[in-house]
């Protein structure tokens, strides 16, 4: 079935229930149908013997029995005893029935009963009633027989039959009016969803509903929105990997090839090979910066692993190890005790990130304040080197951003991607005497605490 047009699996749907339903209604509509008329016919019968019976009072005489337009032709009469009987549109009754039928009046306690019995493979409805003619005790006998009953019922069932065949015959145009009113959007998702796996995602996906194939259709567009972005972004990343490695390669390839040819561009050969070792280091760490940030993209795909450790004791280890890069400097630090659940890997590349870029820009102090508050917990580092300008502020996160005399790098792109995977806020700010980066830890992330 999964395999079949959506047009038939809708008919055959459709079909189904109601196939499900006609077969309901050959088990039920006869049997509700039959008691349904069973009790009109007990109706019919007394209503016809409460005419019949106005005419038996004692003023009236019993030949005018039967004036009465009003009576139902279906019911017939009879009056006993036996000895004062005459019949009514009487079809001849066996005379042991009748007899019958004597006994069970001469014993009814109640003024009318209804009574039910078998004769000649039918059933026969009949009613007695109590009342006296021309001042004498009698009994009115009236009943019908169950022909009537099953002409209706057949009558009835059979046009339900025509009914449910017609509407099962020609249900297949409602369900291939709602198939194409179904298909037609999923048709052009299916269109867009091609077109995006062939990389092909600038035509936007419009779906003007709300229902579950509108909310379909607006994930998808998210999606190839979000797949837009991300191959900008790569194509972007690819152009300046390309001119971020070019340099260092020319001045290696440069400074080496001199040295080949016995010219040594800094005076001397142990000078000239300080620059290619220099170049080599640079090359080396943006290369090392590249395949980590890909690796972050990789990790943020999968469950993190997370450790509970104390942020402040990571700072005040990782000041230890780097301060003597600028011993000069002035290290201030305002640490509130903080535990953190995450990436300790992660979480000492991003101190490691943060503190280099302070140190390039710092003239004389570096100010570290960890604070914690009831929501959350704020890490503030400051250097009282030169403002960042407002034009690359907003913009300092994004990969391969020209910074600071025009330098490219991955760091603070290395320091956002982590701070995502924790769910943290990380920002730069101008402020007196000196620029700032903070990063904003929720205390709902993990058990942070």
Not at 214 to 234: F, N, P
């Amino acid at each position: 079935m999964k395999n079949k047009s959506l047009a038939f699996q809708i008919w055959l749907v459709f079909s189904g229930i109601l196939l499900a339903i006609s077969l309901l209604l050959v088990i039920l509509f006869p049997t509700t149908l039959r008691g349904f008329f069973t009790k009109e016919i007990y109706k019919t019968i007394e209503n016809e013997q409460m005419v019949l019976t106005e005419f038996g009072n004692p003023e009236n005489k019993r030949n005018e029995f039967g004036a009465s337009g009003q009576r139902d032709r279906t019911v017939s009469h009879m009056i006993l005893p036996i000895y004062n009987s005459f019949i009514l549109y009487s079809n001849e009754l066996p005379a042991d029935f009748i007899k019958h039928t004597q006994k069970l009046a001469e014993k009814q306690t109640n003024v009318v009963e209804r009574y039910e019995n078998t004769l000649q493979n039918q059933t026969l409805f009949y009613v007695i009633r109590k009342f006296t003619v021309d001042g004498e005790p009698s009994y009115l006998l009236s009943y019908s027989w169950d022909t009537y009953r099953n002409d209706l019922v057949y009558t009835l069932f059979r046009q339900l039959m025509i009914v449910m065949f017609i509407v099962f015959l020609f249900s297949w145009i409602p369900s291939i009016w709602l198939a194409r009113y179904l298909s037609k959007p999923l048709v052009t998702l299916e269109k867009h969803v091609k077109n995006i796996s062939e990389q092909e995602w600038h035509e936007p996906v419009i779906v003007d509903r709300n229902d579950e194939i509108g909310k379909l259709g607006h994930t998808i567009e998210k999606m190839r929105q979000h797949l837009v972005r991300k191959d900008e972004a790569q194509q972007t990343l690819l152009q300046n990997i390309s001119h971020d490695l070019k340099t260092p390669v020319m001045v290696i390839r440069g400074y080496a090839q001199s040295v080949t040819d016995g010219i040594f561009p800094k005076g001397d050969l142990t000078s000239t090979m300080n620059v290619i070792e220099e170049e080599s280091e640079k090359l080396e760490k943006k290369i090392k910066d590249l395949l980590y940030l890909t690796k972050l993209d990789f990790l943020a795909t999968r469950k993190p692993i997370k450790t509970t450790f104390r942020l402040d004791q990571l700072l005040s280890d990782e000041v230890d190890r780097i301060k003597w890069a600028k011993p000069e400097l002035d290290w201030q630090l305002h640490l509130d005790g903080a535990m953190v659940l995450g990436d300790v890997e992660q979480w000492e590349k991003l101190i490691e990130n943060l503190f280099e870029n302070s140190l390039r820009f710092a003239n004389k102090v570096i100010s570290i304040t960890l604070t914690k508050t009831k929501d959350d917990i704020l890490l503030r580092l400051w250097n009282d080197g030169s403002p960042i300008d407002d034009h690359i502020k907003d913009r300092l996160f994004d990969p391969f951003q020209k910074g600071h005399k025009g330098e490219f790098g991955l760091g603070l792109s290395i320091v956002k991607r982590i701070a995502d995977i924790h769910q943290t806020e990380v920002w730069a700010a101008n402020e007196e005497n000196g620029a700032a980066f903070y990063a904003k830890i929720p205390l709902h992330y993990g058990d942070n605490r």
